[in-house]
């Protein structure tokens, strides 16, 4: 983990202290920006593995920012940091292109977690790993095989492309948007996705109202818990 380095934009210097002390001890190597005019400049001379990006800075919108680094490819995972809460600016900033986000105030351990996630799925990305696992959960996305335990599961056509989505985003948050996107074609509703997401989780969670594999982000999404660290792993 030593060779990650982590920029971090933010605009407090208590915040950029606490996140520079937290980061070291998580053995990540750590460079500051104050403004997004600094954080432009940084992650084109630096060229960091992850940003953890503010999005109130006192020169720009950090959505415009966010913006114009995914607009010039920068494809290095960006996890957002705010105070903000409202729902339609974090789901603003996962459609534009950031992997997680964590609101202010903030554990250190949540976001070391969600920067180990993010930095785990862009890796995961040069491939779609055949099978996945995480606890009881299997998925084969070569065979479109579902189990729970030792247990074959069968799912909708409609079910299981929900399913694959949050599976090759393992860890992820992913929006409401971009699941009517990828399984409706833009025709669904929110409410269609609800139905689905719980038809689901009754043929997955052993407690379908206390879920432990798909987890609603409240307003914003859905989560799947990341794989397995072993038997997960991409092969």
Excluded: C
């Excluded at 292109?97 to 930095?119: C, N």
């Excluded at 799925?121 to 491939?127: A, K």
């Excluded at 799912?155 to 996107?181: C, F, M, N």
């Amino acid at each position: 983990m030593n060779d990650v380095k982590v920029l971090i934009v933010d605009d407090e210097q208590p915040i950029r202290k606490l996140l520079r002390t937290g980061l070291i001890i998580e053995g990540y190597t750590v460079i500051e920006a104050r403004n997004g005019r600094e954080a432009r400049e940084l992650a084109a001379s630096e060229r960091p593995d992850l940003i953890v990006l503010d999005l109130g800075l006192p020169d720009m919108q950090g959505h415009d920012l966010l913006e114009q680094w995914r607009s010039q490819a920068l494809e290095l995972p960006i996890v957002i940091l705010s105070a903000r809460t409202d729902e339609t600016g974090i789901v603003r900033a996962l459609e534009l292109g950031a992997d997680d986000y964590v609101t202010k105030p903030f554990g250190m351990k949540e976001l070391a977690a969600r920067i180990r996630v993010a930095l785990r799925h862009r890796l995961q990305q040069q491939g779609e790993r055949p099978l996945f696992q995480t606890g009881a959960l299997s998925v084969d996305l070569v065979r479109r095989i579902v189990r729970i335990h030792d247990r074959e599961v069968k799912l909708s056509p409609k079910e299981y492309d929900i399913l694959r989505i949050l599976v090759q985003h393992a860890g992820k948050v992913i929006t409401h948007q971009h699941l009517l996107h990828h399984v409706w074609g833009d025709m669904g509703e929110v409410q269609y996705l609800r139905v689905y997401v719980r038809q689901l989780r009754q043929k997955i969670e052993e407690s379908p109202e206390a879920p432990i594999y798909i987890t609603t982000e409240t307003g914003v999404g859905y989560r799947l818990r990341e794989a397995d660290p072993i038997t997960g792993r991409k092969e």
